[in-house]
């Protein structure tokens, strides 16, 4: 039966920001999911409030709003578009809730819009965890297996109590019900970890609910990913073995596709209770995930949960099969069956069968601890890594070697060389799971730990174990072998040692290695991901290297263009850089060229193998990129190799690249030094007459010391070679400047540490921009929201600009395009100003795509990637404005006057943190950045745009009610005016002592509070830190004094992370939201979608 | 032979009857082996595949690429030993990881003298099947390793599968019966023409008695039991040449007793009607493959091992000697008969395998409809 005749309009909801637990996957399956629809002449309506997204580009959906995520927003959506239908499991948990959330308020009967994908019944008996606890029950008595972990549903922190005392002590696990990511879980081992833990998921749940459970800690854990359709055809897509056992999120997980150590007795008994439960849960037309744990000892197989949704893990699984879980989630929810549906990859069998695999898939997380020093590193249920590579090979060691180099990590990947340490003290460590656990485990193996020591410290499973054991095997006879024979290096490729680590293990040069490897003849094949083990011929061609010995690369005709992706997803390099990719690939491809994706990242869109014409799951190492382009360049004629829109990861390997005989297009590898290199660019800017902030580099303290003192404090210091403003710091002062030179390991004589003067109370720009060799394409100009001195990237900013002048851009294009030119960039550059008394600084220039390129795209209805990727093969400037790919005249420095204003907003992913004591980090922006993603707010002014941007990122601005305002002597002045609108707009002000009194003396009526150093007072009352605790505050205003903050700051700032109370750093970001109350209070905000801005700037740009 | 800490590096080499070959190292016994090359796509259940008396004379290549992670143990085998005449892996384990494992796969197959061959390139070698077909191949290791022509000779030489009679071979020589579990309901003589374990265990589940009878066994055996139903099981070799069992098919459809066939059973049940059988140009070995029961429109994934099939027509009713007949399962992926029903009388049959081992359950409601069918009779 095909697809329903009753739906015309559906209206999807994305997944929002990035943030830990939710990201890049959603906008992968969220994309696919849209397209399929539109296929299917549907009308697509979407909400995503991400604006570094593929689905939120105008030509997914047929109305795109970048709006907020909330019921409010979704609600007025739906009232201007009336769709039939909503389908909301492919937005993550922040669709479902919103979903069920207006299901639940009555909105959905109102607009008769009807739930697809997933009933509302279904959600609840999948996620509430009581009634799915009665769903195993159920299950147990139909097919006799299947059960949950004993466990009791609490309310309250005396239910919790009790509650450990039924289960029979500790250490329990707590799962607060309805978070995603497993947010606010644990394990607690006493009552002191168990208050604690179970006292924030109380808070964290919506429904106030915790679930405690009997600890399944080691025990072996699996999912599954099953699809189900209206006939009830059930079928398993993938089943997923985690390396690291129960106790670790499988997001934290190293996680390998398909299971390794089931046999299939205990395989099928995991697909019947599976399918079991899909079944009584009632997914009738979508996908779901369920988690397992398996008693290592006795087969007692535990059934953890189930998601009714596409998750994570069926982005995984899609990558890791070939088998497009959301696109065929999309279909059944409009009413295909599987039978119906044809499997992609064969083109003639259909999708109503299980994929096989002739491979094996490795994932692993990417974590960002050292951004957040302060933070507890051990892995726990509650999930912490902020991006994944996966690869796959034609065994697991290949498999596992290529995820860990694909991590881009120094010291990700295995390393034979040097001392192992002290094999009982690695074995202690090695209990710990954190981030590097099995690199801990290897050195503990070279330091002769047994197979039975690295079980008993890890609970890994024997056969990974023994797997571990096999590389470290053949490293030693790599370090013991006369000579590197064709058989042992062949070998050793074959369990996926790099070119680097051999090159390590044998003294020689990695160049020397392939060299050798060439000469004898050994280089890889490429397989190809198929769904069916080579059963059947494929037609798509998405590939994976292997040591083995037939390649399945077809020859082609056309030139290709190779594309280098970002690799997994981190902090400062995201979803931003995969979004340039996809949109040079889909340029590139309609002008006529062969388009070649490399990327390991399985979240995003870029390794969809329906994005390009062919797809490398391989590493983004120079080894790797060198093979590929070898195996392309014998398929047919290779136009180039892209660079500059994968971020900094490809960016790096521009030199070795081109050192290599590569073809490297678009802005050369010299020009990329002359940007990069501060000597070469400093020339750069002399030449062109640009001034830069006073800096100099020293590699002691005396050297820093004295720079410092010549160009005066405060000082911006880093280490010399840094991404994402790595170890940055602004200093105040000479004392902090010697204890930052003494703290930092980075600083050595050949690694100098640069100290620049901190402008302070300045302006920060960014600007986008295309420079072909002879014209410049402003893209768009971003004023900062906070001042100079916080990370770009974590700092909201405005396009257009809301207080430069015509003049301030005519100097900015001037300054561009003199960078643009005397560097030599042939596509994308993004350069950051700070205006400063008037003076417009030059901070620097990235010659290639910036995080801001999806904004400023989208912000100014321009296909900014698009037109670099095509710049990069030679179009110019004129011919795409010719062509239409870019305006006929003006560019994002002309922007009419009643053009929409954009805000970007970060969002930080604090509450995900908890130092060793269990307390919050420090939530103080500073130059290091730390968001994990960002929002969009558009509208006609900036107020109502800023507004959305907050209420898309944290929630809504309140617009009345009780703020806190405590401020920094030096933002003292900056907060008068705004403290006055909010009384004005009817707000209590609390503040301290310090801050009332200036606030008094300015006619500001304020109630002083006490300060948490100053404890509960003499008639009980309560601190700030209380009061916002106990809810009674609606806004904070909370402005440190340079970095670390003071006590009562850091207490303050956590609590408002822990009650989600809207807080504000800067005076800046409080002027702003003033202007957001003042929008929100004045009523009717509206929702537009990009195709309306888009009329509208077009038809303004040609009047 | 040389043994390192990876292993053994004992040479082997894999010669396809066209000549391509694979170099690698010997896994199991060392010495020589051959039979036709089939592969098999199941990423679990090895152990059951090994000792399924369907694979007789096959070599099997497993697509997936590391096998013998779970070890050995006493409860998996489908029948009492190890039935495949030579085994093609990639990686296999070097340390069996299952809290049933009693041994490790190596050294069952070096025990019960399978010779094997890891470390090749399986799936160009699937790749090579699938285009050109199941075909003759001999896999030496050790001292059996000559050069390439007098090895291929030796393969050329080995038995065709075509017109390979070899059910007798495999199956049981004196009969045997599987109690009931639980209150008896039913008789069921089952012919083994290669029958798996799992076939009368799921029987007995549903208070069958089975009565297993050699694949010798005469109309008159089979009745001498008493069935309420009989059964026809799977095995190997050509059904063409199965002119025994399909007469004693016959003798139970003039009776009208209730029956089911199952693979091997099926193609009897297809011969006995009239339909042909052909052999599939590379198989259906897997645990994957979508079924749809045309009956109800469902799919169902299902356990697949064979590489011959029934001739009959998918879209009419047919009419056969027992009355009507029609095509009951179809596979998905290419249109295969995989399954046969009688629409005058209580008859059926499936090319797969509802009593799965190994594979998913999905088909295990068949066994359901043949007690329905016997139910149906006696009331």
Sequence with gaps: ?1103 | MTTSTRGTRVPAVLVLEDGRSFRGRAYGAVGETFGEAVFSTGMTGYQETLTDPSYHRQVVVMTAPHVGNTGVNDEDPESRKIWVSGYVVRDPARVPSNWRATRTLDEELAAQGVVGISGIDTRALTRHLRERGAMRVGIFSGDAIADETTLLAKVKAAPQMKGADLAAEVATTEPYVVPAIGEKKFTVAAVDLGIKGMTPRRMAERGIEVHVLPATATADDVFAVNPDGVFFSNGPGDPATADGPVAVMRAVLERRTPLFGICFGNQILGRALGFGTYKLKYGHRGINQPVQDRTTGKVEVTAHNHGFAVDAPLDTVSDTPYGRAEVSHVCLNDNVVEGLQLLDQPAFSVQYHPEAAAGPHDAAYLFDRFVSLMEAERA
């Design chain 1, 1 to 1103: 039966m095909p697809k329903r005749t009753d739906i015309q309009s559906v209206l999807v909801i994305g997944s929002g920001p990035i943030v830990i637990g939710q990201a890049a996957e959603f906008d992968y399956s969220g994309t696919q999911a849209c397209r399929v629809l539109k296929s299917e002449g549907l009308r697509v309506i979407l909400v995503n409030s991400n604006p570094a997204t593929i689905m939120t580009d105008p030509e997914i959906a047929d109305a795109t709003y970048v709006e907020p995520i909330t019921p409010e927003f979704v609600e007025k959506i739906i009232a201007k578009e009336r769709p039939d239908a909503l389908l909301p499991t492919l937005g993550g948990q922040t669709a479902l809730n919103t979903a069920i959330s207006m299901h639940e308020q009555g909105v959905l009967d109102k607009y008769g819009v009807e739930l697809i994908g997933a009933n509302v019944e279904a959600i609840h008996k999948g996620e509430d965890r009581d009634k799915f606890k009665l769903v195993v029950e159920e299950v147990r008595k139909k097919i006799g297996h299947g059960e949950s972990a004993r466990s009791v549903i609490c309310h309250s922190m005396d239910d919790v109590l009790k509650g450990v005392e039924t289960l029979g002590g500790y250490p329990v696990v707590v799962r607060p019900s309805f978070t995603m990511g497993g947010a606010g879980s644990g394990f607690a081992h006493n009552e002191e970890e168990l208050r604690r833990i179970a006292g924030q998921g109380l808070t964290l749940s919506p429904t106030t609910e915790v679930l405690l459970e009997e600890s399944i800690l080691g025990w072996k854990e699996y999912e599954l990913e099953l699809m189900r359709d209206k006939h009830d055809n059930v079928v398993v897509v993938c089943s997923i073995e985690n390396f690291d056992p129960m106790g670790v999120h499988t997001g934290d997980s190293i996680t390998v596709a398909p299971a390794m150590t089931l046999t299939d007795r205990e395989y099928q008994i995991l697909r019947d209770v599976g399918i079991a439960i899909i079944r009584e849960v009632g997914v009738d037309t979508g996908g779901c995930n369920i988690q397992f744990a398996v008693n290592p000892e006795d087969g007692r197989v535990i059934v953890i949960e189930m998601n009714p949704r596409v998750s994570r893990s069926s982005a995984l699984a899609s990558k890791a099969t070939g088998f497009p879980i959301a696109k065929i989630a999309a279909r059944l929810a409009v009413g295909y069956t599987l039978d119906e549906i044809p499997n992609d990859i064969t083109e003639k069998t259909p999708a109503s069968f299980e994929p096989t695999l002739d491979y094996v898939v490795v994932k692993a997380p990417r974590f960002a601890f050292e951004k957040f020093p302060s933070a507890d590193s051990t892995l726990t249920t509650t999930m912490k890594s902020v991006g994944e590579a996966m690869a796959i090979g034609r065994n697991f060691t290949e498999a596992l070697q290529k995820a860990l180099r694909s991590l881009e990590k120094k010291g990700s990947q295995f390393t034979f060389t040097g001392p192992a340490g002290d094999k009982d003290a690695l074995l202690r460590e090695a209990v710990r799971p954190t981030d590097g656990r099995i690199n801990t485990v290897m050195q503990a193996i070279r330091a002769g730990a047994t197979p039975e020591e690295v079980f008993d410290a890890t609970k890994i499973d024997p056969w990974f174990v023994d797997q571990l054991f096999l590389i470290k095997e053949i490293a030693d006879e790599l370090a013991a072998a006369d000579r590197l024979d064709v058989d042992l290096l062949a070998e050793a490729k074959r369990h996926g040692f790099s070119d680097t680590q051999i090159a390590e293990i044998r003294g020689l040069r990695e160049d020397v290695v392939r060299e050798v490897r060439h000469a004898l003849g050994i280089r890889p094949v490429y397989k190809t991901v198929d769904t069916c083990a080579a059963e059947f011929a494929a037609k798509t061609p998405y590939f994976y290297s292997s040591y083995d010995e037939e390649s399945e690369v077809a020859p082609r005709e056309k030139p290709a263009v190779i594309i280098l992706g970002s690799g997994p997803n981190r902090i400062g390099q995201g979803i931003e850089f995969d979004y340039s990719c996809v949109h040079a690939s889909f340029a590139l491809s309609e002008a006529g060229y062969e388009t070649v994706m490399v990327n390991c990242n399985p979240e995003t869109v870029s390794t969809d193998y329906d994005t390009s014409d062919r797809l490398y799951f391989e590493p983004l190492t120079l080894e790797d990129v060198l093979g590929i382009v070898h195996a392309e360049q014998q398929a047919g004629p290779l136009a180039g190799v892209v660079v500059q829109l994968g971020g900094q990861t490809p960016l790096g390997l521009a030199q070795a690249l081109k050192d290599n005989g590569v073809p490297v297009v678009g802005t050369s590898p010299e020009a990329i030094h002359a940007a990069e290199d501060r000597g070469a660019f400093g020339q750069v800017l002399a030449e062109a007459g640009l001034p830069a902030p006073k800096h100099g580099t020293a590699t002691t303290f005396a050297g820093a010391k004295a720079i410092a003192d010549e160009i005066g404090y405060p000082v911006l210091v880093r280490p010399s070679y840094v991404l994402g403003g790595r170890g940055m710091e602004i200093v105040y002062d000479e004392a902090r400047l010697e204890a930052y030179i003494a703290e930092s390991t980075e600083i050595s004589p050949t690694r100098p540490v640069l100290v620049d003067r901190f402008l302070d109370d300045a302006i920060e720009i960014d600007v986008d921009a295309l420079y072909d060799g002879r014209e410049l394409y402003l893209g768009g100009v971003m004023e900062h929201i906070e001042e100079a001195g916080i990370h770009s990237g974590d700092s909201a900013c405005a396009l257009p600009p809301i207080t430069l002048g015509g003049f301030d851009i005519k100097r900015l294009r001037a300054s561009t395009e003199a960078i643009a030119r005397g560097v030599g960039v042939r596509g994308l550059i993004n350069i950051q100003f700070a205006m400063a008394g008037d003076i417009l600084y030059v901070l620097e220039a990235n010659p290639r795509a910036s995080r801001t390129v999806p904004f400023t795209s989208k912000a100014t209805a321009v296909p900014l990637a698009k037109a670099a990727a095509r710049i990069s093969l030679g179009a110019t400037i004129a011919e795409l404005r010719e062509e239409g790919l870019l305006p006929r005249s003006g560019d994002g420095g002309t922007l009419p006057l009643d053009a929409p204003i954009s805000v970007k907003e970060a969002v930080m992913p604090w509450s995900r943190f908890r130092d060793v004591h269990g307390r919050g980090v420090d939530t103080v922006l500073g130059p290091e950045m730390r968001s994990t993603g960002e929002v969009m707010g558009i509208d006609a002014v900036f107020g109502t745009a800023y507004a959305k941007s907050q209420a898309g990122a944290y929630g809504p601005l309140p617009t009345k009610g009780r703020a806190f305002i405590s401020v920094a002597n030096r933002d003292k002045r900056s907060m008068i005016f705004p403290a006055r609108e909010l009384v004005a707009h009817g707000f209590e002000l609390l503040a301290t002592s310090g801050t009332a009194e200036v606030l008094k003396r300015n006619g500001i009526n304020a109630t002083v509070v006490r300060k948490q150093s100053e404890g509960t007072g003499p008639n009980g009352e309560k601190t700030i830190v209380q009061l916002i605790h106990d809810g009674e505050v609606d806004l904070i205003v909370n402005t440190p004094y340079g970095t670390g903050g003071r006590l009562d700051g850091y207490e303050i700032r956590t609590a408002a992370v822990a009650r989600s109370v809207p807080c504000l750093t800067t005076v800046q970001a409080l002027a702003a939201a003033v202007q957001g109350i003042d929008a929100l209070n004045h009523g009717g905000v509206g929702v537009r979608s990009l195709q309306e801005h888009a009329e509208h700037l077009i038809a303004a740009r040609e009047d």
